[in-house]
């Protein structure tokens, strides 16, 4: 199963921190959304 605070929100394993930690985070607000693995968008909605 998916935790998604665990996965998305709070990441805790290391590309879970390199794809949606702090700074991915961060980058979030500036663009309004993340580009993952350069091809899939997710928007600020997952964070709502």
């Given at each position: 199963?998916?935790?998604?605070v ?7 394993l290391?590309?879970?921190v ?5 700074e ?21 909605v997952?964070?709502?």
């Amino acid at each position: 199963m998916l935790d998604l605070v665990r996965t998305f929100v709070e990441p805790e394993l290391p590309r879970g921190v390199e794809k949606f930690g702090p700074e991915a985070q961060a980058a979030l607000n500036d663009r309004g959304h993340l580009l993952v693995d350069d091809e899939f968008k997710l928007g600020r909605v997952l964070w709502g």
